[in-house]
């Protein structure tokens, strides 16, 4: 079964800390994204990377960096967290597939941050 | 610019009843459209989505959504609600840069027995 692997579900942080979430995808998928899901206000995109070594920024990338070294794995980097990083992180990857576009994203199971 | 908008925050139904979702999306071309489920502490999962060709289509777990290119909108349907449905649904349009989705904010549903 093909899948989206984030590495923690849980993680409880201190302010200041450098905070690294890893997700990994083994099916191949060229795109890969990060986004915060946040009640009220949906999911909305942080980083996201067509290839290796490429990194494009969403909607709300302050504070925010991201690594790929390989094409199955996609880092989300908090360089000095923040209690308003709290959130829950989800990871996605998706492949163009056909000619019409794209198949649509395969999501993680998320990674629940908390910032203290 | 794109956007996706779910107009019900929270919805309520008996199971056994019908449900609509509502989702209207604003995209200068012909939108890929998607709608999602997630369970409580889970990620997302893929319902169905439409690309082209018949406006109305078949998704997992019993759901339709009909596509209407005058409305703007995408609706998901299913006829008759079981309790294991009550989830956070999330519709998506695809954006023409790559494969990068706008999602609405959700609309949680609940079932009552």
């Known amino acids: 079964d093909v899948k989206v692997t984030q590495s923690s579900r849980y993680l409880v942080k201190r302010t200041g800390e450098k905070v690294f979430l890893e997700c990994v995808q083994d099916m191949d998928h060229e795109n890969m994204f990060w986004y915060r899901q946040d009640p009220g206000l949906g999911l909305r995109l942080i980083y996201f990377?067509?290839?290796?070594?490429?990194?494009e920024k969403g909607d709300i990338p302050e504070g925010y960096s991201v690594s790929r070294e390989k094409k199955e794995r996609f880092s989300l980097i908090l360089e000095s967290a923040s209690t308003n990083q709290t959130s829950m992180y989800l990871c996605?990857?998706?492949?163009?597939?056909?000619?019409?576009?794209?198949?649509?994203?395969?999501f993680g199971s998320g990674t629940r941050l908390t910032v203290v | 610019a794109q956007s996706v908008t779910q107009p019900d925050i929270h919805i309520t139904v008996s199971e056994g009843a019908s449900l609509e979702l509502r989702c209207n999306y604003s995209?200068?071309?012909?939108?890929?459209l998607f709608w999602y489920v997630q369970s409580p502490g889970q990620g997302l999962q893929l319902l169905l989505k439409?690309?082209?060709?018949?406006?109305l289509v078949q998704g997992i777990k019993g759901f339709e959504a009909e596509f209407k290119r005058s409305q703007s909108s995408f609706n998901l349907r299913k006829p008759s609600v079981h309790w294991s449905d009550a989830a956070e649904y999330f519709c998506?349009?695809?954006?023409?840069?790559?494969?990068?989705?706008?999602f609405g904010t959700g609309t949680s549903l609940t079932v009552i027995p």
């Open positions: 439409y690309f082209s060709g018949d406006t």
């Open positions: 996605a990857s998706s492949t163009l597939g056909n000619p019409t576009g794209s198949y649509g994203y395969t």
């Open positions: 998506a349009v695809g954006a023409s840069r790559g494969n990068q989705f706008y």
């Open positions: 990377s067509y290839d290796v070594k490429m990194k």
């Open positions: 995209y200068g071309a012909t939108p890929y």
